[in-house]
């Protein structure tokens, strides 16, 4: 069963900058899809950005240019940078895998299956 722990969430100021970190239970998981999702309160759940196994990736508009997603399959961890944060990228992140490509993961979106708790992410104005 994929099970994950999300961390590295906390609270910043716009601008500010945060490091995402989802460590997987196990290797059997490295040749799927690995993304992130978030979803703020009130809003719907929204795919951020995914990377397959050969370290493709493909971001959602709100993520290109700010947000960098990488995956190191020797430690089982996916990682999400995010810089130039706005108030607006309030949401709690989780992480996910899927056994397609990573524009599938983005078009999955809000269905995705997520497993783990979660990190908040606070920006404040």
């Known amino acids: 069963q994929f099970q994950v722990t999300e961390s590295g969430g906390g609270s910043v100021q716009s601008g500010g900058s945060l490091r995402l970190a989802c460590v997987l239970s196990?290797?059997?998981?490295?040749?799927?899809?690995l993304g992130w999702v978030r979803q703020g309160a009130g809003k719907e759940r929204e795919g951020i950005a995914a990377i397959d196994s050969d370290g493709t990736t493909v971001y959602a508009k709100i993520a290109e240019g700010r947000f960098t997603i990488s995956r190191d399959n020797a430690k089982n961890t996916l990682y999400l940078q995010m810089t130039s944060l706005k108030p607006e990228d309030t949401a709690m992140y989780y992480c996910?895998?899927?056994?397609?490509?990573?524009?599938?993961?983005?078009?999955?979106?809000?269905?995705?299956?997520?497993r783990g708790q979660g990190t908040l992410v606070t920006v404040s104005s």
């Open positions: 196990d290797s059997s998981w490295n040749s799927y899809s």
């Open positions: 996910a895998a899927v056994p397609a490509p990573p524009s599938v993961f983005l078009r999955l979106g809000a269905s995705v299956t997520t």
